[in-house]
């Protein structure tokens, strides 16, 4: 290494919560942790269309903590910016990043031809940011590692990827750098879950990435959230309206699934018609059945929830269901309303006031699930405003991420007292709790970097 020193970019998810990319340069090897896709805010999504400030082609390799969007998204403009190494992550994480990036680069092709046959972008053409072609020259470069395992990368360099909770597969990534130790946090999961099991701990971090998400905010227990979904679904259906649930495909939708069909077991929702539409959403039912020792579910549990669920593929059903006004739950994508089906849902039915929106995840500052919780009465859909007269409700009981307290608890197994905390992936008021929460709990100071900063390690 030159000069024994490290530099860490800060390539995403630095001072926000989108993007998550930290590329350490070693000085003989360059290896970045995430390659995630910015979302919410115009100005951050522009910058998936730029050049990183790295030289693409020189890094030898990618580590995934897990599979959803905002931190595998960029890894076909990776590809195609000329990187040519590996990309390790856990089973499910990499199979779940081949389902996101497939419906990720269908999607974007399917916006840019609707666009231009519509006419309602300033490109032209409009292209996608990737499409299917990018995605399939990017999954030969996926390499699965056992999780809690030593994997050997190069000479003196080591990883481990530890169970993490958040989503099936998802990882805390530990880097050995010549005896030094870096933590990625990655996205914590919960303590108590109805699908995941609990976050395993670092026991020692040198340097530590810690995830800010839900920086001092505290969620309720996720049974107390039960009764009030049930509420907003009777109340709903009594008076002639349909339930519309915006989720990530991966976990949240399963999760949400759990929930109605356990309500509808229990003889205490309606029997409407419950549509689970997503293409991804049902290509990961399929890897929970696959994943046994990821995850709660038994074989009998899935096969009986499934049961229930009218799962929908195809594009031509979304456009029949959407103008079907018969009461019913729809649970589709996007999770913040950023693409996916359900803003096909909501072009037809947005404008009819007997309907609930519910949000069960992050919203993330931007993007249209934050706006309309705010309080707007508009939604742009497909280049075309549309009036917005739906109830909106949120239940923050439900998230896959830690709170404050289990974000405090995660790093109290570490036994050493790290050099530099830097913390990330948050806002900038969730980003300076935490910091606060650290410094009280433990007497650490912790930093917060900003976008493309550059952070000397001895």
């Known amino acids: 290494m030159d000069n024994n020193k490290i530099n860490i970019h800060f390539l995403g998810a630095a001072g926000t919560v989108t993007g ?3 590329l350490v340069d070693t000085g003989d090897k360059k290896i970045l942790i995430d390659c995630g896709l910015f979302q919410g805010l115009k100005e951050l999504r522009l910058k998936n ?12 390799a990618v580590l995934l903590t897990h599979g959803h969007m905002d931190h595998t998204g960029y890894l076909p403009r990776l590809v195609k910016q000329g990187f040519k190494g590996p990309i390790y992550g856990t089973n499910p994480t990499l199979d779940i990043a081949k389902i996101i990036l497939n419906d990720s680069a269908k999607i974007q092709e399917q916006e840019a031809e609707r666009a231009n046959k519509e006419g309602y972008s300033k490109h032209s053409p409009a292209e996608p940011l990737y499409d299917l072609n990018d995605v399939e020259k990017t999954i030969p470069h996926f390499k699965d590692v056992p999780q ?31 005896g030094k130790r870096f933590v ?3 996205d914590i999961g919960r303590t108590s879950d109805l699908l995941l099991y609990p976050p395993l701990k670092p026991k020692r971090a040198d340097v530590l990435f810690i995830e800010s998400t839900y920086g001092g905010r505290f969620h309720p227990d996720e049974m107390e959230a039960l009764p009030l979904i049930e509420k907003l679904v009777n109340d709903t259906i009594n008076r002639g309206g349909s339930l519309f649930i915006p989720s990530f495909s991966v976990e949240r939708a399963q999760l949400m699934m759990l929930i109605f069909w356990k309500l509808l077991k229990e003889h205490k929702i309606p029997k409407v018609q419950m549509i689970m539409d997503s293409p991804m959403g049902a290509s990961v039912l399929e890897l929970f059945h696959r994943t046994r020792d990821w ?10 929830m499934c049961s229930h669920f009218t799962v929908v593929s195809s ?5 029949e269901l959407r103008t079907d006004n018969k009461p019913k739950i729809v649970i589709a994508g996007s999770g913040m309303l950023t693409g996916g089906r359900m803003l096909n849902y909501l072009e037809t039915q947005a404008q009819n006031p007997n309907n609930t929106l519910l949000f069960v995840g992050y ?14 009465k508009e939604l742009k859909v497909y280049g075309k405003w549309v009036p917005f007269n739906m109830e909106v409700a949120e239940i923050q009981g439900l998230s896959a991420h830690a709170d404050h307290a289990e974000l405090m608890d995660w790093m109290d197994n570490i ?6 905390i830097f913390i990330v992936h948050g806002e900038k008021e969730s980003a300076e709790a935490l910091q606060k929460g650290i410094k009280e709990t433990y007497g650490w100071d912790a930093e917060i970097p900003q976008l493309y900063t550059i952070e000397e390690i001895e």
């Open 415 to 420: 036994k050493n007292k790290p050099e530099r």
């Open 295 to 304: 995850h709660r579910l038994n074989e009998n549990e899935c096969d009986e």
């Open 363 to 376: 919203q993330a500052e931007g993007t249209r699930g934050r706006k309309l919780l705010e309080g707007d």
């Open 315 to 319: 594009y031509r059903e979304t456009m």
């Open 20 to 22: 998550s990319k930290y």
């Open 184 to 186: 990625f946090s990655g």
């Open 148 to 178: 809690a395992q030593w994997i050997p990368l190069f000479d003196g360099i080591k990883a481990r990827f530890q169970y993490n909770g958040h989503i099936l597969g998802a990882t805390f990534i530990e880097l050995d750098v010549e």
């Open 49 to 60: 269309w730029e050049y990183p400030p790295v030289n693409v082609a020189d890094i030898d």
